[in-house]
């Protein structure tokens, strides 16, 4: 079946940091694959994306690259800030008819002045 | 910016009680979810509804659940008879395609006691 594997957490570091956060996934085909951030007290935030093989998601300074060969989107950025601090979560939806987002577990990241 | 919105934000309930937990999602949204999140677990697709009619549910979206679109605005799940075992926070979320970016809610968190 449809699967991801995210790093566990928590994850501390310190402001300034490079922050890479793993994941590798199971699926058939071709899934579109997403970054999803939960911040304190608030919803779900699609973070990035990427829809087809080599393609790289990037926003606020956050990227991740579609890698077909090693199954994995992992996310990275250069620099971290305290207000990344948040709850990171990779997720696929299959290739072809399915609408629902398969999730990993989530990853804590506390980010320290 | 648009959101979906959940309310209420915490629900606490006996177990045996019915509860309806209410979304309402962004206005020129089509596709309709509920997800759920068990503490310490992964989140979890209960349902998809479109056009009026469930598109999709996993095993978990068993009888005791349902979900309705009573209005134009609103967005509901049901549980009729709340076991222990359904304490989790649910995510209600919205996409304007399927397979869209889904924007989601800042969370429902039921205990049941």
């Known amino acids: 079946g449809n699967s991801v594997t995210q790093m566990e957490g928590p994850v501390t570091l310190s402001e300034e940091a490079f922050l890479t956060i793993n994941c590798t996934y199971t699926a058939t085909g071709y899934p579109s694959l997403f970054w999803y951030v939960q911040y304190p007290g608030e919803g779900l935030q699609l973070l990035l994306k990427a829809t087809k093989a080599d393609d790289k998601g990037s926003n606020k300074g956050f990227e991740a690259t579609y890698r077909k060969e090693t199954t994995s989107f992992h996310l990275e950025k250069g620099s971290v800030q305290v207000s990344d601090s948040a709850v990171y979560f990779c997720a696929l939806i299959p290739q072809g008819g399915s609408e629902k987002l398969v999730f990993g577990k989530g990853t804590k990241l506390t980010v320290n002045p | ?73 609103n967005f509901t799940l049901k549980i009729r008879s709340t076991k222990l075992e359904d304490s989790a926070m649910y995510f209600c979320a919205s996409s304007f395609v399927e397979g869209g970016d889904a924007f989601f809610g800042q969370g429902t968190r039921l205990t049941v006691v």
């Open chain 2, 1 to 73: 910016e648009p959101e979906v919105t959940q309310t209420p934000s915490h629900q606490v309930t006996q177990m045996g009680q019915e509860v309806i937990l209410r979304c309402v999602p962004i206005s020129n949204h089509l596709y309709f979810y509920w997800y759920r999140q068990i503490l310490g677990q992964k989140v979890e697709f209960l349902v998809s509804f479109y056009n009026n009619e469930i598109s999709e549910k996993s095993e978990i979206f068993d009888d005791q659940f349902s979900v309705e679109r009573p209005d134009g605005s």
